[in-house]
């Protein structure tokens, strides 16, 4: 069985289609990519693209992100919904209208990604690091998800809980290079947030090409709002895999010194990644993708990638009323 996978360009050029194949064109040379390989394709480049190569993607089922000079997420070419269903977007719809129905789920995605905050913290407590004090913060604010009447709240539990757990980090990096202060977006103020915020990024795209290849429709979101944006259910589920995958993933390329200040630079009063730095993020990221991980209902390990469209098919059962949705929990 052919295993799929992620393509990064950051090369300029221009891809195109040439018989049943992907060819990417430079000005050194011409790249051969099997579509047969690809599950989605990530753009980091000056590329050019025509209607037929579109058309080929469509026909074969792969999305095409885009991402700019900083690394942010800026758009997809999503091709035809090809697996979405009615009555599926009407059962998100209803979930969505219906206050208590959104509220279960919004507190789930909340509960998952505040247990997954606490198995990070008690993996590196295990080592030796003295994290005691950001777990009980932590633990309180998961005591807290039942007070909650409104996503509004919700999010500032969930707020509260990451800024709590992010005063951890320099404890387990212990790298004043990669000192974590506060927490900036854009644009990221420090080393260490341009980590978190193109890690982050680089997630709401995996969940995003994983929702594409189910039923779901990734507009409809419970915990993050529905609103003028694109997408938000990718956003939700992206809340409960952060600490184990793009957390995880910066704690080890620091601890590893895998990253250096020559891998960053400074630039419109922000800091942000160079193309090595992100291809070094990448690199991880992806090894982590592929991890493997013991998943009790099927009695076999499945990759962290594999986790992520196996929450998309508990979400699924949740909307038919099949079985209520619980989010993915790492124990051990």
């Known amino acids: 069985m052919t295993v799929k996978r992620a393509i990064y360009i950051f090369?300029?050029?221009?891809?195109?289609?040439?018989?049943?194949t992907l060819v990417l064109l430079t000005d050194e040379k011409k790249k051969v990519i099997p579509v047969e390989v690809v599950e989605e394709i990530r753009v980091f480049s000056e590329l050019t693209l025509n209607k037929r190569l579109l058309g080929?993607?469509?026909?074969?089922?792969?999305?095409?992100?885009?991402?700019n000079h900083y690394g942010y997420y800026i758009g997809t070419y999503y091709p035809r919904e090809y697996m979405n269903s009615g009555l599926i977007v009407?059962?998100?719809?209803?979930?969505?209208?219906?206050?208590?129905?959104?509220?279960?789920?919004?507190?789930?995605?909340?509960?998952?990604?505040?247990?997954?905050m606490l198995f990070v913290l008690r993996t590196y407590a295990s080592r030796g690091k003295d994290v005691r004090d950001q777990i009980q913060?932590?633990?309180?604010?998961?005591?807290?998800?039942?007070?909650?009447?409104?996503?509004?709240?919700?999010?500032?539990?969930?707020?509260?809980?990451?800024?709590?757990?992010?005063?951890?980090?320099d404890i387990i990096t212990g790298n004043p290079d990669f000192l974590f202060e506060t927490r900036t977006r854009r644009p990221p103020a420090n080393r260490m947030n341009a980590l978190?915020?193109?890690?982050?990024?680089?997630?709401?795209?995996?969940?995003?090409?994983e929702i594409y290849h189910t039923h779901l429709d990734p507009r409809i979101g419970y915990l993050h709002e529905t609103n003028e944006r694109s997408f938000t259910l990718n956003l939700d589920l992206a809340e409960v895999f952060k600490p184990l995958l793009v957390d995880r993933v910066i704690f080890a390329l620091i601890n590893r010194r895998e990253l250096g200040l020559e891998d960053f630079r400074?630039?419109?009063?922000?800091?942000?990644?160079r193309e090595r730095g992100m291809r070094r993020f990448i690199e991880a990221y992806e090894k982590r993708l592929a991890e493997t991980v013991m998943h009790k209902g099927l009695g076999r390990k499945v990759s962290y990638r594999r986790l992520i469209r196996l929450e998309c098919y508990k979400l699924y059962r949740h909307f038919l009323h099949e079985e209520p949705y619980l989010p993915y929990v790492r124990t051990r």
């Open 11 to 20: 090369s300029n050029g221009q891809l195109k289609r040439e018989g049943n």
């Open 56 to 67: 080929f993607l469509t026909q074969k089922r792969i999305p095409l992100h885009f991402f």
């Open 90 to 116: 009407l059962r998100q719809a209803e979930h969505f209208l219906r206050h208590e129905w959104r509220m279960e789920l919004a507190r789930a995605f909340v509960y998952g990604a505040i247990a997954n």
């Open 137 to 169: 913060g932590v633990e309180e604010q998961l005591g807290k998800l039942s007070e909650a009447r409104s996503p509004a709240e919700l999010m500032a539990i969930e707020g509260h809980a990451r800024d709590i757990y992010y005063g951890a980090f």
């Open 196 to 209: 978190i915020s193109f890690g982050n990024t680089l997630l709401y795209v995996t969940a995003l090409s």
């Open 266 to 273: 400074e630039e419109l009063d922000g800091i942000y990644l």
